[in-house]
Every structure is written in structure tokens, then in C-alpha cells.
């Protein structure tokens, strides 16, 4: 199973809304990641969990909250977000560890978020 | 800072020819690892294609191939025979190599538009 599942798919929320964004992961991978993308844009680095802790925050606004209850999930918490905030957010997984190995990221569908 | 350009916001190609698309980068590391990833409309990302800086050998998947210049930091992507299911943005990263026990960053380029007309 080489699958990323992200829910939901497609959420609308309001500014004073708050809502999360889930991502599984089946593969055995120790890090996962959020990503924001903007139409026509690369994908944005925001978080990294390795190993269930946080290893990496690209100065990411606290009104995005990532969770990384155990190595399977990995959730985006949001409260008061902007209309900016609009955009596809990409979960994706990877191996970690000791060898060279490419560690490539498989990526999920994403959740397109619209914030009004 | 390792950045990737990729200079052609938008190609296309016949169905049945082939395309080049082109990225450059920039590193000061020796060691490091360069992906092409696919996203079609449907937004699912997709790897493609990966090559280790380390080997001179060009990789190559299937029908796609990419050029490997790595004295000029160039990393192109071949797709051989185009087909309307290669109609998609392709992105090229980079990500530093050597052991990475918090997670892999991935630097990407702005991407391509691929349009492949039947």
C-alpha cells in the first residue's frame, strides 16, 4: 500500500471557524508533512514530524496547529485563518533512517481549503 | 541556499513526439538527490523520475529519461512518445543528500505546464 489518504477533500470554513485536516498513512514511514500550495505554485513547506515529534516549522503563523497523534496520522489544526489561507494542502510521508536510501515522498490528494 | 529554476512556464507537444523539459540548480553540496515530480489535474503528485548526483548514469523510467549535467547543474526531463495522460505539471526538486533522520526538505522549482495535444 503506497497511500497517502487525506479528509476531507474539498472545506470551507469562516474565519472564526475551527476545523482540522487529517492525513493517514499506511507505509511504515517515521515523517510526514504539511504542505500549503497555491494555484500554479510549488508546494510550500510548513511542518515536518519525524518520529512523531516536530523536527521542522517554516515559520508557519500559530494559526495553523499540527498534531502527530501517532506514526500512521497526522493532523493540521486551524482556527481564525485568513482568506490567504485559501489554498490545496498536501500531506505526504516519507522514510527516515540511517542509510542512503532516496527517501522519496509519496504525497496525498490534498484538501482544498477555501477560508471566507 | 539550494534554489531550482525551471525556465519554461509552459510547453507542449503532439501526442506521439517527444519533450524536453529543462531545470538548472544551484548547490554548494556535493551530495545530493534531483526529482522530477508529475501533478495532473487531479492534484495528486506524483514521482517520475530521481537521480542520485553521485551516479553518472542518467536515469530513466520506462518513457521517461532526463539529462544529468551535473559540471553545468542541469537536470532535464525527456518524455519519449508523449501521451495525453503526460499533460500535467511537473515540478523538479532537490533535496540534499546524506542521512536525514528528521525528514527530507524538498526545494522545488516554480514548474512546467505540460499540454499535450492529440
Known amino acids: 500500500d503506497t497511500e497517502v489518504t487525506q479528509t476531507p477533500k474539498h472545506l470551507v470554513m469562516g474565519m472564526t471557524n475551527k476545523k482540522s485536516l487529517k492525513c493517514e498513512q499506511h507505509m511504515g514511514h517515521r515523517a510526514m508533512y504539511w504542505y500549503k500550495q497555491k494555484a500554479k505554485k510549488p508546494p510550500e513547506l510548513m511542518f515536518v514530524y519525524s518520529y512523531e515529534k516536530l523536527s521542522i516549522n517554516e515559520s508557519v503563523p500559530s494559526r495553523f496547529s499540527p498534531e502527530c497523534p501517532n506514526s500512521s496520522l497526522l493532523n493540521l489544526h486551524l482556527h481564525a485563518l485568513q482568506p490567504e489561507d485559501s489554498a490545496l494542502y498536501l500531506c505526504a510521508s516519507s522514510q527516515v533512517g540511517r542509510t542512503r536510501e532516496f527517501y522519496e515522498q509519496y504525497f496525498g490528494p490534498g484538501t482544498r481549503l477555501t477560508v471566507t | 541556499a539550494q534554489t531550482v529554476t525551471q525556465s519554461q512556464p509552459e510547453m507542449s507537444v503532439q501526442e506521439a513526439e517527444t519533450v524536453t523539459l529543462s531545470c538548472t540548480y544551484d548547490t554548494s553540496e556535493s551530495d545530493y538527490y534531483l526529482f522530477w515530480y508529475k501533478q495532473p489535474p487531479s492534484r495528486q503528485m506524483i514521482l517520475v523520475i530521481r537521480?542520485?548526483?553521485?551516479?553518472?548514469q542518467n536515469a530513466t523510467e520506462n518513457r521517461f529519461s532526463v539529462n544529468f549535467q551535473k559540471a553545468a547543474k542541469s537536470f532535464s526531463l525527456k518524455i519519449s512518445d508523449s501521451q495525453l495522460g503526460d499533460a500535467a505539471m511537473y515540478f523538479c526538486a532537490y533535496r540534499r543528500g546524506g542521512v536525514r533522520t528528521s525528514g527530507s526538505r524538498l526545494t522545488f522549482g516554480e514548474g512546467t505546464q505540460l499540454t499535450v495535444n492529440p
Open positions: 537521480q542520485e548526483a553521485y551516479k553518472q
